[in-house]
């Protein structure tokens, strides 16, 4: 026997053991049951990640609340201050603005240097 019909006869042993399955081909009813399967699975899968959603949204609207809830006392304060500034820098403030620069003319160096 020589080398190269050796070595076919490995290929052919090798090749007729590897495609060798021990389960038979399945049938329609089998394949029909698989689909059903696949299709619940993929129901389920989606049923829990719409359940994971909506508890994460949940989580997330409790948690604004809660810093909404904390935040009222600081917010309150921050408007009021607001509008009291916008007063009290109208009333002090006395000069010509060009351009967002302020120009102060301070009366006592006049009549110091006059």
């Given at each position: 026997m020589s080398i190269q019909n050796c070595s076919y006869t490995l290929l052919a042993i090798r090749m007729k053991y590897l495609s060798y399955t021990s389960t038979p081909?399945?049938?329609?009813?089998?394949?029909?049951?698989?689909?059903?399967?696949?299709?619940?699975?993929?129901?389920l899968v989606?049923?829990?990640?719409?359940?994971?959603?909506?508890?994460?949204?949940?989580?997330?609207?409790?948690?604004?609340?809660?810093?909404?809830?904390k935040t009222r006392a600081l917010r309150k304060q921050m408007r009021n201050v607001s509008h009291c500034d916008a007063v009290v820098a109208h009333e002090q403030f006395e000069g010509e603005v060009i351009e967002g620069e302020v120009i102060r003319v301070d009366e006592s160096q006049d009549k110091v240097s006059g």
């Open positions: 081909p399945a049938n329609l009813l089998q394949k029909a049951g698989l689909i059903v399967a696949t299709a619940l699975l993929g129901g989606l049923m829990f990640s719409a359940i994971f959603l909506v508890v994460i949204l949940g989580i997330a609207v409790v948690a604004w609340t809660v810093l909404m809830w």
